[in-house]
């Protein structure tokens, strides 16, 4: 590998690098031919498995001013601290990638070392990797998802950028983990929906002959069920009179439209958004679903049609991420405290069904659930508010009477 010593002009002494017995390198200066300025060309000379390429430093000195044996611009070139920056820095990219290369045990040759040095690329950087891949799954997945995984990736190259797949480790993933929780203050959910996408791109890699310390399948994630916001009916009568009154600006009636019109419907934002009045028939609605692409037919009952805007319907061009904080200001102006997102809607509607009296049955094809046991999660809040609920009855005993 590199030796290093001392010299006067504080430049380590660089002898031909050897990297593993295969590739070696060193700076030489193309003498054989000067230029009318007076200077030759500097070269990095790489030998890989018996082949040479010379690659342009893009740097020019007269010969006088280059030392052959450390291999760096002397300083009576009044450029020459530049210069062997430059130097040092192809060096170093050139170990760099042979480094990662073996510990990602990966066949290096003179045609991707050649390709690595000028483009770096997804085989030794896992970020780039999934940068390259989400080009890809950009015309597969569904907007919203691909919008996820974007955040998420870029989540994860905010942490640390470029991440080498060697670097992959236990270490790493809980570092990771650690980040999201204590820095980002994200909740048990946004980190294992991060975790989750990451575990995809690695567990792609890994199917493409990429060796990571960990791979996708050891990396453990845990589903948390998560709190289900919804709203009460007293709420719900809150932010219907901020709607219909006259001090409502239009931006908020429209998000609101929106979102309580999920709130007697349980669609998610994604189908809300792309209602046209083809969807509406009669009294019904009838839609395929963003997120499952399921067909769905919902039958409409007068307070959602109340929100409905027939020239209208609900095309905004609101991004989720701007309907989400208006929400939360809305929810301020109408003196609710809990923390409103979209989302709300849906868990509003499913668990005011139930208590209503429908059936968990007809709640689970409303909602467009796969398995009962997503549908289940409603049961066991609205079994969780009656609990609580009949231990009002000790207030018939207790409470003091008016007189």
């Not at 940068?131 to 691909?146: A, G, P, S």
């Amino acid at each position: 590998m590199l030796q290093i010593q001392k010299n006067f002009q504080n430049f380590p002494t660089n002898y031909p690098m050897n990297f593993n017995g295969k590739l070696t390198a060193k700076i030489v200066i193309k003498d054989d031919y000067v230029r009318a300025d007076g200077t030759s060309a500097l070269y990095l000379q790489i030998f890989l498995n018996k082949e040479k390429k010379k690659i342009p430093c893009n740097i020019s000195v007269k010969t006088v001013e280059f030392d052959k044996i450390k291999q760096r611009v002397k300083a009576k070139n009044p450029m020459y601290r530049d210069f062997n920056l430059i130097i040092e820095k192809m060096l170093g990219d050139l170990n760099k990638i042979e480094v990662n290369y073996r510990l990602s045990n990966l066949t290096l040759n003179l045609s991707s070392l050649l390709n690595e040095f000028d483009n770096p690329t997804s085989r030794i950087d896992f970020i780039k990797f999934w940068e390259d891949e989400m080009i890809r799954q950009k015309e597969i997945l569904k907007t919203d998802t691909y919008r996820q995984q974007m955040t998420m990736l870029n989540k994860t190259k905010a942490f640390k950028s470029p991440l080498f797949f060697y670097e992959i480790n236990e270490n790493y993933i809980q570092d990771l983990k650690v980040h999201c929780k204590k820095i980002l203050k994200n909740n048990d959910n946004t980190i294992s929906s991060l975790l989750k996408s990451f575990k995809k791109y690695l567990h792609i890699a890994n199917k493409k002959g990429i060796v990571t310390p960990v791979s996708f399948d050891d990396i453990k994630n845990k589903s948390f069920k998560g709190n289900r916001t919804f709203l009460s009916p007293d709420e719900i009568r809150s932010l219907n009179k901020y709607w219909e009154s006259e001090f409502v600006n239009d931006t908020h009636k429209n998000i609101l439209s929106m979102f309580l019109f999920s709130c007697f419907t349980g669609l998610r934002i994604s189908d809300v958004t792309n209602l046209t009045n083809d969807n509406i028939i009669e009294n019904t609605l009838a839609f395929t679903a963003v997120k499952t692409s399921k067909f769905q037919r919902i039958s409409l009952n007068d307070s959602a049609k109340k929100y409905l805007d027939p020239k209208l319907i609900f095309k905004s061009a609101y991004t989720g991420e701007y309907i989400n904080r208006e929400l939360k200001n809305i929810a301020k102006i109408c003196g609710i405290r809990k923390v409103i997102t979209y989302h709300v809607a849906r868990h509003t509607f499913a668990t005011n069904f139930l208590i209503c009296g429908g059936r968990v049955e007809n709640l689970q094809k409303i909602l467009g659930h796969s398995k009962i046991t997503d549908t289940m999660i409603y049961v066991h809040i609205v079994e969780s508010i009656t609990d609580i609920q009949i231990h009002n009855m000790d207030e018939i005993l207790t409470k003091k009477p008016l007189n």
